[in-house]
């Protein structure tokens, strides 16, 4: 079965009702448990959280506006600032340095990428995550975190690119809206990931 990491992907408040002025993801502040549990099934556990700037090109009053910069794509309110109640982990997660390897994202201005893999839309400057989990021989991927239907979706189908098996867990995600979360659940079935409702359903993938 080889080496399995677990990833918490962007678990951070400013995407829960606990930071109502940035993204509030519904139900965004109860996976912390799910992602532990999940991360007890794994040798490795690696993490990432949005960094973002003030100030940033992406950061307007009016969300999911298209914007045409190289690394921003959509306008989106401002979020998960260093030094902001927004910008910690979950309570209950480790901290960063206590993961095996953890990404930050977008912190300069002109970046807003949403996977883990890149820092740039392109896919072309890696986060250094892909690579340290080929050097620890890793061959399945736990996916958790905030949101599913964006920067988990793009996590996952970038794993999925590099080579990975892919489980989704879901209990461990939440999403923005109904209908881009069922888009994303097709999109990533359809790259090759497999979705798991549950600890249990992710148990039973991994004893397939």
Known sequence: MGIIASLDIDAQKGFTPLCPSELPVPGGDEIAAALNA???????????????????????????????????????PSHCVPGTPGFELLDGLPAPIDYDFFVWKGIEPDLHPYGVCYHDLAGRRSTGLIEFLRSRDVTTVLAGGLATDYCVKTSVLQLRQAGFRVIVHLDACRGIAPETVASAHTLMIEAGAELARSLTDVQRLLDA
């Open 38 to 76: 999940q991360a007890a099934l794994a040798s490795l556990r690696v993490g990432s959280k949005d960094a973002h700037p003030e100030g940033a090109l992406w950061a307007t009053g009016r969300p999911f506006v298209p914007l045409s910069h190289a690394n921003v794509d959509l306008s989106w």
